[in-house]
C-alpha cells in the first residue's frame, strides 16, 4: 500500500484529528472525513482540505483505506451502514477486538495509537508507539508500512494482549489525571492555585524514566504512617475521596509489605 492510496476517516474526535494530521503529513492522501457531527466533520475537513460528509449513505466507496476512529459503542452501528468494497478497514481502540469487522470486509485489522489525545495540544506522532493488527499476513504487511511512517515504535500485538495494555493506560493516564483533578480542588479549596502542584507532578512523571514506578514510589502509605493517614482523611469531607484515599493506601501499602516479603 503505497502514499498514493486515498484515506477515509470514520470519526472526528481526538484520534481522528491527530491520525489524520499524521497522515497527510507523511503524505497520505485523506480523501473524506465523516462525523454525524456536520460541525466537526468540516472542521477537521477544512483542516486537511478535502471533501466531509455527515451521511452514511454519502460515504464513498472507492477509498484504499477506512480508519474508523469514531466512539466504540458506536462502531457496530457505523459497520452496518457502510458501504461494501474490498479496501482495508481499521479501527484505532484499545479494547475491542479486531474481528468486529468481520461479516463486513475480508480486509481488516487495527492500528492503536498508545497515547492520550487533545485536540488542541500538539503531540509528536513519531514517539506515539502504534500498535497493529490484520486478519490476513498481506494486510498486516501493509499495515506495518503505514505505520513505520508515521511512528518510531510500532509493534505487532494481538486483540488478547492489546486490552490489558489499553486496561493499564487507563490507570497509568485518565485515573492519574482524575488525580490531578482532584488534587486541584483540594488546594483550590484553600485558596491557592492548582499551579502550585506542577513541579511535584512534572518530578513524578520524570522519575520513572530512571527509576521504576515501585522505587519512585514515597508517601505516609509507603512508610505505614498512621497517624498522618487518619489525619489526612479526617480533612476529606467527600465520603467517595475517602473510600479512595482509604483503598489506595491500603493497596500501596499492602504491595510493599509483599515485594519486601518477597525479597
Not at 486537511?48 to 462502531?75: G, P, Q
Request: aromatic share 8%; with cysteine; net charge neutral.
Amino acid at each position: 500500500m503505497n502514499r498514493d492510496m486515498k484515506v477515509v476517516f470514520i470519526g472526528s474526535g481526538n484520534v481522528a484529528t491527530h491520525l489524520s494530521v499524521a497522515m497527510q503529513k507523511a503524505g497520505y492522501t485523506i480523501g473524506q472525513i465523516y462525523s454525524r457531527h456536520e460541525t466537526n466533520a468540516r472542521t477537521l475537513a477544512g483542516r486537511l482540505h478535502c471533501d466531509w460528509t455527515a451521511k452514511t449513505s454519502e460515504i464513498t466507496s472507492t477509498a484504499d483505506l477506512y480508519v474508523f476512529a469514531a466512539k466504540d459503542d458506536a462502531l457496530p452501528e457505523l459497520l452496518a451502514q457502510m458501504p461494501v468494497n474490498n479496501a482495508l478497514w481499521i479501527h484505532t481502540a484499545g479494547s475491542i477486538p479486531m474481528h468486529v469487522f468481520k461479516g463486513y470486509t475480508t480486509h481488516y485489522g487495527v492500528l492503536y495509537p498508545l497515547q492520550t489525545f487533545s485536540k488542541n495540544r500538539n503531540t509528536d506522532f513519531r514517539r506515539v508507539p502504534c500498535l497493529i493488527e490484520a486478519l490476513l499476513p498481506e494486510d498486516e504487511t501493509r499495515l506495518h508500512e503505514i505505520a513505520v511512517r508515521l511512528s518510531d515504535n510500532v509493534r505487532t500485538l494481538s486483540s488478547e494482549k492489546r486490552k490489558f495494555v489499553h486496561l493499564a493506560a487507563v490507570f497509568a493516564c485518565n485515573f492519574s489525571n482524575h488525580m490531578y483533578v482532584l488534587a486541584g480542588k483540594l488546594v483550590e479549596e484553600q485558596g491557592l492555585s492548582s499551579n502550585i502542584l506542577l513541579p511535584l507532578i512534572d518530578e513524578t512523571a520524570a522519575k520513572i524514566h530512571a527509576l521504576s514506578p515501585s522505587d519512585a514510589q514515597t508517601g505516609p502509605a509507603l512508610r505505614g504512617d498512621r497517624k498522618i493517614l487518619e489525619h489526612h482523611l479526617a480533612l476529606l469531607s467527600d465520603p467517595a475521596m475517602r473510600e479512595m484515599y482509604q483503598l489506595i493506601s491500603n493497596h500501596i501499602y499492602n504491595e510493599t509489605k509483599y515485594e519486601q516479603h518477597s525479597i
